[in-house]
């Protein structure tokens, strides 16, 4: 991809800047938007090989290759890695490079912002992975990070990783500012809010998530700095303070937070469907209410992640309903892309597989998240396997399937070229097949009671604890594949037109492939 | 290369066909053993039926699609996108299963609640990392630590059976009376679990939580701490021990009559072999974890003892940092989980163990003298 000199009006758009300093001080949104999803990638795979590692320990019953210790940073540092930098980035990616040119807009509203906010981001991780070389070893008390034991049971290095949580913090909000600023202010004539592609709604939906819940893991980690360094009890009992208020406050950044990393992934999904079954989204209009509220109701179900904690009966009661009423805005959406499929005409090109795959098996996550709403029964589900089992459903074949279908989608609109459909239907395969070998045996481990986080266990959960680890193998090397089919795409190929897929639709397509460096310096009319 | 990967696959085959001598294929919650677990059980089928019904028809529908609406069969897509009635249909019907769903939910969990009248009360405290069981009302009070070997987990040993699932001294209750559990914490948050009796309730220092249960047959039931506390989490089982009423009797005596002789030992002359015995076996089991069996610590979370300058030189300030813990820190106070005799032990072993050789003796009046100064 040489440098484009845009081929209409020459005297004033111009190309990206040469050398490296391009993407240093880039404001243009499809370099911001690369860089973001190259970064998410690089997260994932050091998440990922720290998932390979927790497999490994967890092959067999004993201690084998690393030491508890270990083990829990690794726990800790493979969560915080694949939430905060391999997913969310991830999306913000997909929202730079997709929300201007789907809603014909030249570029993201806060350009300058939008640099700093990417930026931002090398320097927590950086700073958030250098733990693991300091004295006492990294975080190794979850990626939910319980006080007291991030407290004053914590190593030194807690220090570090509040900061680096500060630092991700800050980049997110004003990567939801700039979404927001964005779809209100720079929409094409024409086009209404109820007219816009529901990848922009989720998003602009998801954004407002953010603004609203990431101040609040900042008061939290603020709260711990705090008790670690300025004599403080927040969060400890001997000096008055309250261990399960963290919990509260956690979670009500920590509920939201999911359907953050899941929101949009809807919406990417609700637009694929379509375009490969050839055939209009059954009910937009409800796509864009259920979004709503299921939104609205992330704000009011945090303490099922606390049933166990001893809450009073009301409470465990009034968050016991109102997580089981999720599932029917959830349901309305799950039914909607069944509905949209139904009497079309599908084919199975690598972005459509994922994203049926990632309505099957969100579906399965959400059902074992309907049955860990039950409150009762959850005393026997939770903190057990069951739980990793039920949201790394959720989570892989739900947000990191839906990430691959976005990037096979608009890959062509990205490069300029198609991808290599068998390699990218071979990932597909291997993914799927890795990953219900990795995660469906969990569901059996947790019901016969293996307890979540803990590096050696019992023989009687041998046998499948086995057969997880090859999965996650083979998950895990697979995606090793996906690396080389971009660079792959990047390089060559067949040519893509402005449109590769027939049944694809919005502004993004109108323009040619690969997109030019500015698009839409004048605004498109939109019926 | 090849013959490293059929080696590894050889090996692997190999595993699993070992291993399944002894372990199971276990896919489903145990039913337990009370009425509790009983409903918890009906509960989790229920949900997970309606679940099965609901991907049947979902998934069905999803498959006729991908099969018969293929664009390869020639299908001709249709021009729908919204049914009114069909979109109330499908909000209205979840809901009227979700409210059948909870009914049912809402009675059992009361009943969880209801922990009063109880016969016997339990004080459950979580440490890191083992539980200390104090029966209310009866002076029996009791650490229960994790009893497998290191051995059996560095693979130096064969497993046992009850591997990491077993202690020194399990939790026993009687059958057919209703126990209650006041559950609390003296460092991190911990989760005190046993599936047989779908009791699961967070320890929490500063707060005490209830659980209760009434057992119907007697048995050994095993479960394991469910909330991450740190290095040893996998290390601290729960075993829960159900006679019946007799033999809890007579276990119950016997207990007590052991804790008035462990009470006498304070005034009796110790000397130092019998403290650094003792104190062994005290070290092992509350201090190790942290400080390790050979004295050297993790530090810099658990300084070493070995060659500590407070350990060789300042015999008032290692007394204090024991019995009071080091606030802000992760040493707690042994003060109130230790004897007098048991903490005279172990800071004399502490003081001659590992080289540390002072030669110096504390004795149990000198904590007494140490806590009345205080």
Redesign the interface.
């Known amino acids: 991809m040489s440098a484009v000199i845009d081929n209409h009006h020459a005297d004033h758009a111009h190309g990206p800047a040469k050398g490296p300093m391009r993407w240093v001080l880039t404001t243009n949104h499809k370099d911001i938007g690369s860089m973001y999803l190259w970064f998410s990638f690089a997260m994932f795979l050091l998440g990922g090989t720290m998932a390979m590692v927790i497999r490994a320990e967890l092959f067999?019953?004993?201690?084998?290759l690393v030491a508890?210790?270990f083990f829990?940073q690794m726990t800790t540092m493979h969560g915080l890695i694949m939430v905060f930098g391999a997913v969310m980035p991830a999306f913000v990616g997909l929202a730079n490079w997709m929300i201007p040119m789907m809603i014909g807009a030249p570029d993201m509203a806060l350009p300058r912002m939008n640099n700093f906010s990417f930026w931002l981001l090398p320097a927590a991780f950086g700073l958030l992975v250098s733990t693991l070389f300091m004295?006492?070893g990294g975080p190794?008390?979850?990626w939910t990070f319980?006080a007291?034991?991030s407290t004053?049971?914590a190593?030194?290095s807690v220090t570090f990783f509040i900061f680096a949580i500060h630092l991700a913090g800050i980049s997110s909000i004003m990567g939801a500012i700039n979404i927001v600023a964005t779809i209100i202010n720079l929409r094409a004539p024409g086009m209404t809010l109820m007219k816009m592609p529901l990848f922009v709604w989720t998003w602009l939906i998801t954004a407002f998530l953010l603004i609203a819940v990431m101040p609040v893991l900042a008061g939290v980690v603020t709260m711990m700095l705090m008790d670690i360094h300025f004599g403080t009890s927040f969060f400890s009992?001997?000096g008055g303070?309250?261990?399960?208020m963290f919990q509260h406050i956690f979670w009500f950044f920590g509920h939201p937070e999911v359907y953050i990393m899941i929101l949009p992934a809807f919406g990417a999904v609700s637009m694929i469907i379509p375009a490969f079954?050839?055939?209009?989204?059954?009910?937009?209009?409800?796509m864009v209410y259920a979004t709503a509220a299921i939104a609205f109701l992330s704000f009011v179900v945090w303490a099922h992640h606390m049933f166990?904690?001893?809450i009073p009966?009301t409470g465990?009661?009034f968050f016991?309903?109102a997580t089981?009423?999720i599932?029917?805005p959830t349901?309305?959406k799950?039914?909607n892309w069944?509905?949209t499929?139904?009497?079309?005409?599908?084919?199975?090109e690598a972005p459509m597989l994922f994203a049926?795959a990632f309505?099957?098996l969100f579906?399965?996550g959400g059902?074992s998240g309907?049955?860990l709403a039950?409150?009762?029964?959850d005393?026997?589900y939770?903190?057990?396997y069951f739980v990793v089992a039920h949201f790394h459903y959720v989570l892989v074949p739900g947000a990191i399937f839906g990430i691959f279908a976005s990037a096979y989608y608009w890959l062509p609109k990205w490069t300029g070229f198609m991808y290599d459909e068998v390699l990218a239907k071979t990932h597909f395969w291997m993914s799927f097949v890795g990953m219900n070998l990795a995660f469906f045996p969990m569901?059996?481990i947790g019901?016969?009671?293996m307890?979540?986080?803990?590096?050696?266990?019992?023989?009687?959960?041998?046998?499948?604890n086995?057969v997880s680890s090859v999965g996650a193998f083979m998950f895990g090397a697979t995606q090793l594949l996906f690396l080389f089919i971009v660079i792959k795409c990047i390089r060559g190929g067949p040519k893509a037109s402005a449109k590769p897929w027939d049944g694809a639709e919005g502004l993004e397509w109108t323009v040619p492939s690969p997109a030019p460096y500015h698009t839409f310096s004048t605004p498109p009319d939109v019926k | 290369m090849l013959r490293y990967a059929s080696a590894w696959l050889g090996g692997l085959s190999l595993s699993v066909l070992s291993s399944t001598a002894s372990a199971e294929w276990t896919i489903n919650m145990t039913k337990g053993v009370t009425e509790v677990s009983h409903s918890v059980f009906n509960l989790h089928m229920t949900i997970f039926w309606i679940c099965v019904a609901i991907g049947v028809i979902v998934f069905g529908v999803m498959f006729w699609s991908m099969f018969m609406h293929r664009k390869s069969r020639g299908a001709v897509p249709a021009k729908f996108h919204e049914n009114l009635s069909v979109e109330i249909l499908w909000t209205v019907v979840p809901l009227i299963i979700l409210i059948g769903m909870a009914v049912p939910a809402t009675k059992t969990l009361i009943d969880i609640y209801d922990a009063d009248e109880s016969d016997v009360d339990v004080l459950v405290t979580g440490y890191q990392w083992r539980w200390q069981y104090s029966y209310l009302g009866e002076d029996v009070n009791f650490f229960s630590n994790m009893a497998t070997s290191r051995d059996e987990i560095s693979n130096a040993a064969e497993k046992g059976p009850n591997y990491l699932l077993e202690v020194d001294e399990p939790l026993v209750i009687p059958i057919g009376q209703k126990v209650r559990f006041l559950i609390t914490s003296a460092d991190v948050i911990h989760s005190w679990w046993v599936p047989a009796l779908a009791v699961k309730k967070d320890a929490i220092p500063g707060f005490i939580n209830e659980a209760w249960t009434r057992v119907e047959e007697p048995g050994i039931y095993r479960g394991q701490c469910t909330e991450l506390c740190g290095r040893e989490h996998a290390f601290m089982p729960v075993v829960v021990e159900a006679k019946t009423q007799e033999d809890y009797a007579i276990w119950l005596a016997e207990k007590k009559e052991l804790a008035a002789r462990e009470a006498e030992l304070k005034d009796k002359d110790w000397t130092l072999e019998e403290l650094m015995e003792r104190g062994e076996r005290v070290y092992a089991s509350a201090c190790a974890s942290c400080h390790q069996p050979n004295g050297e610590g993790v530090p810099p979370m658990f300084p070493a003892l070995k060659g500590s300058d407070m350990v060789l030189n300042d015999v008032a300030g290692h007394i204090s940092i024991v019995v009071n813990g080091s606030p802000g820190t992760a040493m707690p106070a042994f003060g109130r989980q230790l004897s007098e005799v048991d903490l005279a032990a172990v800071i004399t072993y502490e003081r001659n163990a590992w080289e540390n050789n002072t030669g110096e003796m504390v004795s149990p009046l000198d904590i007494l003298e140490f806590n009345e100064g205080q």
């Open positions: 067999q019953p004993g201690l084998q508890p210790e829990n004295d006492g190794n008390f979850g319980y007291p034991l004053t049971y190593p030194p009992a001997a303070g309250d261990p399960v079954a050839r055939k209009p989204l059954f009910g937009y209009t409800s166990t904690v001893g009966l465990e009661l016991m309903y089981l009423l599932a029917v349901g309305v799950v039914f069944v509905s499929m139904f009497r079309g005409s599908l084919t199975f049926i309505v099957i579906t399965i059902f309907l049955m039950i409150a009762p029964a005393f026997q939770h903190d057990t569901h059996f019901l016969a009671g307890p979540r986080r803990i590096p050696d266990y019992n023989m009687m959960f041998a046998n499948f086995m």
